[in-house]
């Protein structure tokens, strides 16, 4: 079946480091894919998304691309706040035939940015 | 424009009782699905309403079944309670219609903790 595999945390950085998180997937088709981000105590935001390959999704300065020769879709941001702490959870889109997604995540990475 | 709510925020059970969680599904959304997230993992699907009528269904007992109300609002019944129920559970909607790439929208969920 399809599943997504992310690198495991969790991730320290300083305050202005460059971000990378690793992702990768196993799907039969051509999934959409996506990063969500859940703060403390919420529940998952939406951060970006791409639905073929080649496409980049862009969001608050994070950036991922759909790469389907690697079965790819990494995380970056080239300099990371205090506020960007949290958990990062990319995901892919199971589709079912009634059109509302249905999504598989991968385990989820801890990001603790320090001042 | 209220977003997904869920109730209640906290809830505590003991092994063998039954739960019921609650969900307001986003102003103009239709489609409702559910997810469960133990501590430090990925959510994983439950299962998804539509129309009042479960559309599909992930790798969960038959002890997790559900509903959706003419209004869209959902509930997600748990029965026989087992520790390793305890979970956050998630609640997210969308809007079928001809748009299949409708992003889910998630709720702050429900803590359950089955003792």
């Known amino acids: 079946g399809n599943s997504v595999t992310q690198m495991e945390g969790p991730v320290t950085l300083s305050e202005e480091a460059f971000l990378t998180i690793n992702c990768t997937y196993t799907?039969?088709?051509?999934?959409?894919l996506f990063w969500y981000v859940q703060y403390p105590g919420e529940g998952l935001q939406l951060l970006l998304k791409a639905t073929k390959a080649d496409d980049k999704g862009s969001n608050k300065g994070f950036e991922a691309t759909y790469r389907k020769e690697t079965t790819s879709f990494h995380l970056e941001k080239g300099s990371v706040q205090v506020s960007d702490s949290a958990v990062y959870f990319c995901a892919l889109s199971d589709q079912g035939s009634w059109g509302a997604q249905k999504l598989v995540f991968g385990q989820g990475t801890r990001l603790t940015i320090n001042p | 424009d209220a977003g997904v709510t869920q109730s209640p925020t906290h809830l505590i059970k003991t092994r063998g009782q039954q739960v019921t969680l609650r969900c307001s599904p986003k102003s103009g959304h239709d489609t409702v699905s559910w997810y469960q997230q133990a501590l430090g993992q990925g959510p994983q699907f439950i299962f998804q309403?539509?129309?009042?009528?479960?559309?599909q269904r992930g790798n969960f007992p038959d002890r997790f079944s559900g509903h959706q109300f003419p209004n869209y609002s959902s509930e997600l019944n748990v029965n026989a309670l087992l520790l390793g129920d305890s979970a956050l559970y998630l609640c997210a909607s969308s809007s079928r219609g001809l748009r299949t790439n409708s992003p889910l929208h998630f709720g702050n969920g429900t803590r359950l903790t089955v003792t």
């Open positions: 309403y539509y129309e009042e009528e479960e559309r």
């Open positions: 799907a039969t088709g051509y999934p959409s």
